[in-house]
C-alpha cells in the first residue's frame, strides 16, 4: 500500500508541474504574440511612436519618382498608402527580401513598407512629427500652393476649406492614419499629412525634387516676391533658429535672409543627409 500512495503522489506532481509548465508557457507565448502583433499591426487611434523610442530617416527627394510607396508587405504589390519626400519618418523594422533591404516606416500613424534606397539617414536630432500634449512642437505649415481641408481622415469626406495658401501654420491636436486633426477659420477640420512641412530641425540641406540643378533664392523678407539677395546653391546645409509660415532665415554669403522650406530637407546636423543605401542603387 505505501508503495501504491508514493506512486499516486509521484504521478501527481508530475502533472502538477507539466501543468503549471503549459501555463507559463502559454502566458510567455501569449505575450510574445502580442507584442509581434504591436510591431506588425498599426493602431491609428494610437500614438504608435513617441520618445525617440525608435531611429528616425527622412524619405528621399527625386525627379524620378512621385511620393514614397508604400505596401503591405515587403517584396510585395499590395499598396499601403504613400508618403510624401523628404519627411521624417520612424523607422521600425528592417528585412530583405530576395536579396533587396526594405524598411518598415511610420509617417503620422500611417505604416507601411518601402525599399531602403527610398530613406535617407539623420546624423543628428531630427524629431519625428506625433501629437505632443501640452506642447507648441504640434505646428506644422502647409507646403503646397494651395490645398483643400476636409471635414473627416479621408479624401472621401467633404470639402471643409479650399484654397489654403502655402505657409499657412495649423496646430494639429490629433494623427489617424496619415491625416491630422486641426483648427481652420474656428471650424474643425482634417488635413492630408502629406502636403504639410514640419519644423522638426535647426539644421537643413537645401534640396529640390525637379531635377534642375539650379540654386534657391535667398530672398529679403518671407514672400516670394521679396527682393533676391542671392542664391543658395543645392546641397549647401544650413541651420536657423527662425522658421515661420515655411520658411526659414538664415545668413549665407554675407547675407540674411529667408529661404523657402519646400526647397529643404530637415538633416539633423551640419553633416547632412546621406542614402540609408548605396547611392548607386538609386
Known amino acids: 500500500m505505501p508503495f501504491i ?5 509521484i504521478v501527481i506532481l508530475f502533472l502538477g508541474g507539466l501543468a503549471i509548465g503549459l501555463i507559463s508557457s502559454n502566458k510567455s507565448g501569449t505575450q510574445a ?4 502583433q504591436n510591431a506588425e499591426q498599426g493602431d491609428s487611434s494610437k500614438i504608435l511612436v513617441q520618445n525617440g523610442d525608435f531611429d528616425t530617416v527622412v524619405t528621399v527627394k527625386s525627379k524620378d519618382i512621385d511620393n514614397i510607396k508604400l505596401f503591405k508587405e515587403p517584396g510585395g504589390k499590395k499598396k499601403a498608402g504613400k508618403v510624401q519626400e523628404g519627411v521624417p519618418c520612424a523607422l521600425l523594422q528592417e528585412k530583405t527580401v530576395d536579396g533587396e533591404k526594405w524598411a518598415k516606416i511610420d509617417f ?6 518601402c525599399r531602403m534606397d527610398r530613406l535617407r539617414t539623420i546624423f543628428g536630432e531630427t524629431c519625428y512629427f506625433y501629437v505632443k500634449e501640452n506642447s507648441n512642437e504640434n ?8 490645398i483643400k481641408l476636409h471635414t473627416g481622415a479621408g479624401q472621401d469626406t467633404d470639402i ?16 489617424e492614419d496619415g491625416w491630422g486633426r486641426t483648427n481652420y477659420q474656428n471650424k474643425e477640420c482634417w ?5 504639410v512641412g514640419f519644423y522638426t530641425s535647426k539644421y537643413w ?3 529640390r525634387c525637379d531635377g534642375s540643378k539650379n540654386g534657391i533664392k535667398l530672398r529679403k523678407s518671407s514672400t516670394e516676391d521679396s527682393e533676391q539677395l542671392t542664391t543658395v546653391p543645392l546641397c549647401t546645409k544650413f541651420q536657423s533658429s527662425d522658421c515661420r509660415n515655411g520658411w526659414a532665415r538664415f545668413t549665407y554669403g554675407g547675407k540674411t535672409g ?3 522650406l519646400h526647397y529643404a530637407t530637415p538633416c539633423g546636423s551640419s553633416k547632412g543627409l546621406s542614402f540609408s543605401e548605396d547611392e548607386n542603387n538609386f
Do not use: H, P
Not at 504574440?33 to 509581434?36: G, L, P, Q
Not at 505646428?139 to 494651395?146: D, G, L, P, Q, S
Open 33 to 36: 504574440n502580442k507584442n509581434s
Open 258 to 260: 529667408w529661404l523657402k
Open 139 to 146: 505646428t506644422v505649415f502647409v507646403n503646397e500652393r494651395a
Open 191 to 195: 488635413i492630408d499629412m502629406n502636403v
Open 108 to 113: 503620422c500613424n500611417r505604416q507601411g513598407w
Open 160 to 175: 471643409a476649406a479650399t484654397d489654403v495658401k502655402y505657409g499657412t501654420e495649423l496646430t494639429i491636436s490629433k494623427v
Open 5 to 9: 500512495i508514493a506512486g499516486a503522489l
Open 205 to 207: 540641406q537645401v534640396e
